[in-house]
């Protein structure tokens, strides 16, 4: 009869936990919330962001600094093919062989220096553009499949001058870890400001994970950035998933598209996994 009551205590205890569980929208692995893929948006039309297909906000596509990436080479008057202030964090060295334009998209690879020596401290390489312009406010969108090897496929605005250094990382995942498969990066930082902007002398940052319900570098995703002075919003998929309020970044910044290594995502060379592509279809920016 006891051997009864405690089997029911159990069942009992395993529907209640089944319940609680069912109505977590949080995930293990400290992820602040899961995103929604029913709430994705729908294109209509190309002139304006995914997420406001209504054009409610009044954008205007600035065609001179947004790219198709369409032709055989990479647009020299919009972008740098590398990073003129980064060789790159070690052990990966970011070089232009690395960066091509094919079937319509911008397309990094990994190791295309062939038999060129590297610098000291690197053994691999990958590839990097940067905007010739530096932009302050506005709507930034790109869609993109991420790699799927074990480097971090990015899509980020900074700025490094000598005395203000901010960043804003509107991509930055390594879905080709097969930890990080449904991990969906946000981080914003400060690295220095000025008085008037601040006055940060050390490094902060404002960092959330979220679970997103598919493997990240399976699809090509559409990535969004909404940038005020008051706020900064970021979008996959025409999804709003994160909010902050707009502090310290008053800085004019650059657009970078890159793939690298890093050591905090687990994401370092593997000579097993060298066909890694990170493919983009376009970069638009609204004002």
């Not at 799927?148 to 005395?163: A, C, I, L, Y």
Request: aromatic fraction near 16%.
């Amino acid at each position: 009869m006891r051997f009864v009551k405690i089997q029911h205590v159990m069942v009992l205890f395993f529907i209640a936990s089944k319940i609680i569980a069912q109505d977590l929208t949080i995930p293990p692995k400290k992820y602040i919330d899961s995103i929604e893929l029913k709430n994705s948006i729908e294109r209509v039309n190309s002139a304006y962001p995914l997420s406001d297909q209504q054009n409610s906000k009044s954008w205007k596509l600035i065609k001179k600094y947004s790219d198709e990436f369409e032709g055989n080479n990479l647009n020299y008057s919009r972008w740098y093919p590398n990073n003129p202030k980064w060789k790159g964090r070690p052990p990966t060295y970011f070089h232009e062989s690395n960066v091509s334009l094919k079937n319509g998209e911008l397309v990094i690879k990994v190791n295309q220096h062939g038999a060129e020596k590297l610098p000291n401290e690197f053994t691999h390489s990958t590839g990097f553009i940067k905007s010739k312009t530096k932009f302050l406010y506005g709507y930034f969108e790109a869609e993109a499949k991420l790699m799927d090897t074990p480097w971090v496929s990015g899509f980020w605005m900074t700025n490094v001058d000598k005395d203000w250094w901010t960043e804003i990382d509107i991509c930055e995942n390594a879905p080709g870890v097969e930890n990080n498969r449904h991990d969906l990066n946000s981080n914003i930082h400060v690295f220095k400001s000025p008085k008037e902007h601040g006055d940060v002398k050390k490094h902060f940052s404002r960092t959330k994970k979220y679970f997103f319900p598919e493997e990240l570098q399976k699809d090509y995703h559409v990535w969004g950035l909404e940038w005020t002075k008051e706020y900064i919003r970021f979008y996959i998929d025409g999804i709003l998933f994160r909010e902050a309020k707009n502090t310290h970044w008053h800085q004019p910044l650059e657009v970078n598209f890159n793939c690298e290594s890093n050591k905090w995502f687990g994401a370092l060379p593997d000579n097993n996994k060298l066909n890694g592509e990170y493919h983009v279809k376009y970069f638009r920016v609204w004002k």
